[in-house]
């Protein structure tokens, strides 16, 4: 858990607010069908498993105050 190791590598008291989180994909401008850019599994996927890593974090006690996306 990176969000850990910081904390513990640092020794951070303060809060740890996370201000960007993501990725593209190559072509994705190019994207014509509303299904694809409505539906994206492979998106979804990486922000569920991103934001359960941060919950995990939240649960061991990491003070994560806010993130945006």
Do not use: H
């Not at 190559?26 to 919950?55: H, V, W």
């Not at 995990?56 to 105050?65: D, F, L, T």
């Amino acid at each position: 858990m990176f969000l850990c190791l910081i904390t513990k590598k640092w020794k951070l008291k303060s809060s740890i607010t996370i201000t960007e989180f993501g990725f593209t994909k190559p072509f994705e401008g190019t994207k014509a069908n509303k299904a694809d850019i409505i539906f994206d599994s492979q998106r979804s996927f990486y922000y569920k498993k991103y934001l359960k890593g941060i919950l995990i974090a939240i649960s061991k006690g990491i003070n994560v105050v806010r993130y945006l996306a």
